[in-house]
Every structure is written in structure tokens, then in C-alpha cells.
């Protein structure tokens, strides 16, 4: 069955950097994309942006251009995202999601989760 | 980038009753959209995809229509389960979600 597992919560200053991973299994890792999405307590869903697992390109959200960079891990079928310059508004819980679209060229909305990563940005 | 609304922002009805809830794209988006469930402390579940498909598994009290800039998604008759907040997603550019409706039981 297909799981996003995602790391553990993290708690970090304002100017620093977070590191979210997000390990895949019960399906082929490269045939998918993966987006990230974020919801700030209370808040509504806000995309970052979505990595191709089998080449690694990446699309952001303009928003977030400059501070978001994702990679991927094809050996251990990982996908990480990491936001820099931290402030406060990106206290949030932060989801990994899988495509559903099948080995293709472009992206259809999520069909499987992570169970969500909180990061909290603190002074 | 593409704007989403949605109507009403929350509304509350009877077990039983039907729930509509509209979503409108700034401007048109083909078919270009899904339809999530949330539920409080958990991770979104996709529903309704490419405007009026069903989700493998998803009851099918569940439904969705629209095309171009104006969707409406329905709850045919609201069951207790079905307390959550539904947001629409277009992906016919870079994705954005809807502000979201939330749902409760009158």
C-alpha cells in the first residue's frame, strides 16, 4: 500500500532553515510527482510547489521562489523539502502529497498524503 | 497564477440533507479540478477529481459538475461522517487551493 512518512516536528528561529523529509514505498517512487503543501493553524491549504522524482525538476509557487529548494533521494525513495529565511507566518504543518497522475508530463492534484510535519518558528 | 473562491465559507445542515457548496475559478480552467476533504488534525483526502469523477472508494452521496470558471460540488444526503472542511484545487496552471468550506451538523 502506498505511505508518505514524513519526519518529526521541528521547532526553529526566525532566519533559520527547516529540512522536511518525506519517504515513499508501495509504489514505483519515479513514476509519480510529489508536491508540498502547507496549512498555518487555523488556515487554510497553500502549494509550494511539486518535484519530478525521475529527473528532479522542480516547479514552485512563486512565493515562495528563493527560499524553497526540493530534492530527492531515488536510493532511498525520499523526497525533501527545505524553506530558508524562516519567520514567523511559516509556522505551519507541512504535508508531502503524491500526484496521481501515472509517469506523466504534468500534475493532477494529490491522491496520497504524509501524515504532515509541524514546524514552528519561534524566537 | 489562478484565483479560487468558494461559497459559503461554512454552513451547517441536517443529517440527511443535501450540501452544496459552489467553487469559482478566476478565470477558465477546463475541467481542471478536484475536490479534498479534511478533517480536523488530518492530512487532506482527495474526493472528486477532474471536476465529476469519484475517487476510488469515496461514497457516492459524493458528487461534483462544472467546467470552465464554475464548480459545485454536493453532498447528496449528509451523513455525521461527513463533518470536515472541503476545499477545491484547480491544477489547470501552477495549483491553488480554495479558501475552503467548513461543514457541520445543524
Known amino acids: 500500500q502506498v505511505q508518505l512518512v514524513q519526519s518529526g516536528a521541528e521547532v526553529k528561529k526566525p532566519g533559520a532553515s527547516v529540512r522536511v523529509s518525506c519517504k515513499a514505498s508501495?509504489?514505483?517512487?519515479?513514476?509519480?510527482?510529489m508536491h508540498w503543501v502547507r496549512q498555518a493553524p487555523g488556515q487554510g491549504l497553500e502549494w509550494l510547489g511539486i518535484i519530478n522524482p525521475s529527473g528532479g525538476s522542480t516547479t514552485y509557487a512563486q512565493k515562495f521562489q528563493g527560499r524553497v529548494t526540493m530534492t530527492r533521494d531515488t536510493s532511498t525513495s525520499t523526497v525533501y523539502m527545505e524553506l530558508s529565511s524562516l519567520r514567523s507566518e511559516d509556522t505551519a504543518v507541512y504535508y508531502c502529497?503524491?500526484?496521481?497522475?501515472?509517469?506523466?508530463?504534468?500534475?493532477?492534484?494529490?491522491?496520497?498524503w504524509g501524515q504532515g510535519t509541524l514546524v514552528t518558528v519561534s524566537s | 497564477d489562478i484565483q479560487m473562491t468558494q461559497s459559503p465559507s461554512s454552513l451547517s445542515a441536517s443529517v440527511g440533507d443535501r450540501v452544496t457548496i459552489t467553487c469559482q475559478a478566476s478565470?477558465?480552467?477546463?475541467?481542471?479540478l478536484n475536490w479534498y476533504q479534511q478533517k480536523p488534525g488530518k492530512a487532506p483526502k482527495l474526493l472528486i477529481y477532474?471536476?465529476?469523477n469519484l475517487e476510488t472508494g469515496v461514497p457516492s452521496r459524493f458528487s461534483g459538475s462544472g467546467s470552465g470558471t464554475d464548480f459545485t460540488f454536493t453532498i447528496s444526503s449528509l451523513q455525521p461522517e461527513d463533518i470536515a472542511t472541503y476545499y477545491c484545487q484547480q491544477y489547470d496552471n501552477l495549483p491553488s487551493f480554495g479558501p475552503g468550506t467548513k461543514v457541520d451538523i445543524k
Open positions: 508501495g509504489y514505483t517512487f519515479t513514476s509519480y510527482y
Open positions: 502529497a503524491r500526484d496521481r497522475g501515472y509517469d506523466s508530463s504534468t500534475w493532477y492534484g494529490s491522491d496520497y
Open positions: 477532474d471536476a465529476s
Open positions: 478565470q477558465d480552467i477546463s475541467n481542471y
